[in-house]
């Protein structure tokens, strides 16, 4: 049997760098695919003529990369995302009159009319103070507010248990970065939000990707992760899961807040799309509050342009929280958070809120009546659907396709984690259209597609 050896350019750097390298350059290449098992430490060293220590050094870069993974007992593998870009945002623009169906906006047309707000703080007794340096928690009646916010993702919360941050991804950033340390192990769904992914890669955290079905996390396979590996952190979207919509049932909850105490894992709860679904479970964090990391954002919800995010964590967590905004933004910007929390009290957040949830069931209702006879799940007042596909197309073939017919659309390959098998599926928004009747030319040209052959 042939062993896999790299063309090493001798003579570049570090050659454990240039191992990785050449990792890359064959993935690229197409000479090492997805999936596709590399050689053991040693056997790699023979072949190469090096020290295993070289390898190993290698395997770890290219691991950084995001382009290889290990797991004990099993062996080291090329990624399933290895060829695929996991960013959300493209920084090239978009091609004109582009559909798209990949990235999910939050229906800007019904975010709450700003004008009459700013008359509002104008009147405040000292609106400058908006402008000034402030507690990196946020200021307590911002606190306040965002405590009020987190109850309606079923979170109990007082102002002291708040730290404010600059939209959730900015708290995810904060949560990753002020409460593990580089090299730290994340357990995560092995389908999973595509900016996690690009932010773990960052900070230089190893995901490791946990078993899912239809109804999300396996309890059973976080359990033998945790008892196969040292995990630190667990992160979960249990109420509508990016991208398959699952929700977890009220017994995995209960036994993955289980599993957490168990295995001493902080837990990180990040449910953006939770809001657009009516008669939600209680987050799996209220059953271990002293290890909860909730992320209640405004994005998805009121206003993407507001960047307000409430963290709700213990008080031993508070702290280093609070230290990540200090380290990265200093503070949430005070004045668009007198924004997000004017409206929370006022009810303008929950009209909003109930608005778009009117407006997507009825993109999700028009998805139901083009997309008949295709596969796929999805909430019924929700964003976006998890949309199987028929053989033998892939989710990056799809994309593919529907990119040569002006439609941007997410395939399953984007989501993946570590050697986890990319299913046969992609993620469809259904609030990246600017209206109903581009959605429907949006979903028109993904069913005629998939009647063909890629």
Not at 232 to 243: E, I, R, T
Not at 256 to 283: C, F, K, Q, S, V
């Amino acid at each position: 049997m042939t062993i896999y050896a790299p063309a090493l350019v001798r003579g570049q750097g570090p050659l454990y760098v240039e191992l990785a390298d050449a990792i890359e350059r064959d993935i690229e290449a197409g000479t090492l695919a997805p999936g596709e098992r590399l050689p053991t430490h040693r056997d790699l060293a023979d072949a190469l003529g090096v020290n295993v220590s070289t390898v190993t050094r290698g395997y770890r870069e290219a691991e950084k990369r995001g382009l290889i993974s290990a797991t004990v007992g099993r062996g080291t593998f090329v990624t399933s995302d290895a060829v695929t870009n996991s960013s959300m945002v493209s920084f090239e623009p978009c091609a004109p009159g582009m559909l798209e169906l990949g990235l999910i906006a939050p229906l800007d047309h019904l975010d709450p009319e700003i004008t009459e707000a700013f008359r509002r703080i104008a009147r405040r007794r000292d609106p400058a103070s908006l402008l000034r340096y402030s507690d990196p928690r946020g200021q307590a009646e911002h606190r306040r507010a965002g405590a009020l916010w987190a109850e309606r993702f079923g979170v109990p919360a007082q102002a002291e248990d708040v730290v404010v941050c600059a939209g959730s991804q900015h708290a995810l950033t904060c949560a990753l970065g002020g409460l593990l340390r580089p090299g730290d192990r994340l357990a995560v769904d092995e389908l999973t939000y595509p900016g996690l992914k690009t932010l773990a890669a960052m900070l230089g955290l190893r995901l490791v990707p946990i078993p899912m079905d239809e109804h999300g996390m396996d309890p059973a396979g976080l359990d033998a992760a945790c008892r196969r590996d040292e995990i630190k952190a667990l992160y979960l979207m249990p109420g509508v899961h990016n991208p398959t919509t699952a929700t977890l049932s009220e017994a995995r909850r209960n036994e993955i807040a289980r599993l957490a105490d168990r295995h001493d894992l902080i837990l990180i709860e990040d449910d953006a799309y939770d809001l657009t679904d009516p008669g939600r479970m209680a987050p799996v964090g209220n059953r271990a509050p002293h290890r909860r990391v909730y992320i209640a954002g405004m994005s998805k919800s009121l206003a993407a342009g507001l960047r307000v995010a409430f963290v709700v964590a213990p008080q031993h967590l508070v702290k280093p929280l609070a230290q990540a905004v200090l380290n990265t933004v200093w503070m949430a910007p005070p004045l668009n958070v007198e924004l997000a929390a004017m409206w929370i009290h006022d009810g303008t957040a929950d009209r909003v809120v109930e608005a778009k949830r009117a407006e997507a069931a009825r993109r999700y209702m028009l998805a139901c009546d083009v997309l008949d006879g295709l596969r796929f799940r999805g909430k019924r007042s929700g964003f976006f659907l998890w949309l199987e596909l028929p053989e033998p197309w892939t989710g990056r073939a799809l994309e593919q396709a529907a990119a040569g017919r002006g439609v941007s659309v997410f395939g399953a390959e984007k989501f993946t984690v570590g050697q986890s098998p990319a299913p046969r599926a992609a993620r469809v928004s259904l609030t990246g259209a600017e209206s109903p009747e581009r959605l429907r030319e949006g979903l028109v040209i993904l069913r005629d597609i998939l009647r063909g052959r890629p």
